[in-house]
């Protein structure tokens, strides 16, 4: 095996790009890179840049419609999918705008429904579906973020969400690990994609972030998609059920630098 090319042969499904600057983008372009094949599964509203965006991607076998709320996108998605799977990216997260605004205690059980079905849900059907094709076995991955563990200004029902994401994360890898199927999160520090334009005051979050992080810089969404393409090999085998953070140290502090 090239070992420049670490992930030659395996086929690599990555849902969550939206645009380019999507951690999805990044993380398939680095998987590429690596030798993966690319399956991309984007939500059709975005269909008009998808459609310029996906085929300049080296390595793409294809790309289709795919929202995980819509049984009959992810039957057809899986359906059309000829090729055994070895990486599953699952980069997707949705709670409506109302539930960033007021106060949580209003927090409508229409929200919570919609937050954690798409943000956490998803990742079981996701797998549910992925399973049939993944009889080698294969590492899976979804993206998280501290307001899972913590609370994070501003962060609210997703926060609710990134919890039971990192639960399901634990508790599919027991599930799925005698078949051969890693499951493990990233969590990252903030990026400025589409999804981030909806969390209030997330440019003062930025400044916060590179101020008092330990390593004084802001994760790019290349820095993710490095940590994924490791727990995408084989280098990670004995890896699964584990958040990683990636967010330049930030996790760590307690009382961040006061001057
Ligand atoms: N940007 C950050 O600061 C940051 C930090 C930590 C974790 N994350 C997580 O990274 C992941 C990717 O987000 P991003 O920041 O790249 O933003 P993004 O807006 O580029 O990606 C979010 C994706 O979720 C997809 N999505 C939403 N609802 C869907 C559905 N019903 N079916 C299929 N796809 C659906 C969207 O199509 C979009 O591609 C999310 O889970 C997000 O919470 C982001």
């Known amino acids: 095996m090239d070992k420049g090319k670490p992930l030659d042969g395996k086929t690599a499904l990555v849902f969550g790009v939206a645009s380019d600057t999507s951690i999805a983008w990044a993380i398939?372009?680095?998987?590429?890179?690596?030798?993966?094949?690319?399956?991309?599964?984007?939500?059709?509203?975005?269909?008009?840049?998808?459609?310029?965006?996906?085929?300049?991607?080296?390595?793409?076998?294809?790309?289709?419609?795919?929202?995980?709320l819509k049984d009959d996108e992810c039957e057809k998605f899986f359906g059309n999918l000829k090729t055994p799977v070895d990486i599953v990216v699952h980069a997707i997260a949705f709670a409506p705008a109302t539930a960033f605004q007021g106060r949580l205690i209003d927090t409508t059980q229409d929200d919570f429904t919609t937050?954690?079905?798409?943000?956490?849900?998803?990742?079981?059907?996701?797998m549910k579906y992925a399973k049939p094709?993944?009889?080698?076995?294969?590492?899976?991955?979804?993206?998280?973020?501290?307001?899972?563990?913590r609370v994070c200004a501003n962060y609210k029902l997703m926060g609710v969400?990134?919890?039971?994401?990192?639960?399901?994360v634990r508790e599919l890898a027991a599930d799925l690990g005698p078949d051969g199927i890693r499951v493990n999160a990233i969590s990252a520090?903030?990026?400025?994609?589409?999804?981030?334009g909806g969390i209030p005051e997330f440019d003062l979050m930025l400044d916060y972030n590179k101020a008092v992080a330990p390593l004084r810089e802001n994760v790019s969404q290349g820095d993710v998609a490095n940590?994924?393409?490791?727990?995408?090999?084989?280098?990670?085998?004995?890896?699964?059920?584990?958040?990683?953070?990636?967010?330049?140290?930030?996790?760590?502090?307690?009382?961040?630098?006061l001057s």
């Open 227 to 257: 940590c994924a393409a490791f727990l995408a090999s084989d280098d990670s085998k004995m890896m699964t059920g584990q958040t990683l953070y990636v967010d330049a140290g930030y996790s760590i502090l307690g009382v961040p630098p």
């Open 28 to 68: 398939a372009k680095e998987l590429s890179a690596r030798g993966a094949k690319i399956v991309l599964g984007y939500q059709f509203r975005y269909h008009s840049r998808i459609k310029d965006l996906a085929p300049t991607l080296p390595n793409l076998v294809a790309f289709e419609r795919c929202d995980m």
């Open 115 to 126: 937050a954690l079905q798409v943000s956490a849900h998803s990742l079981v059907k996701l």
């Open 161 to 168: 969400a990134k919890a039971a994401l990192e639960a399901y």
């Open 189 to 196: 520090g903030p990026i400025k994609t589409l999804a981030a």
């Open 133 to 149: 094709h993944m009889k080698n076995g294969g590492s899976a991955m979804t993206l998280t973020y501290l307001g899972g563990v």
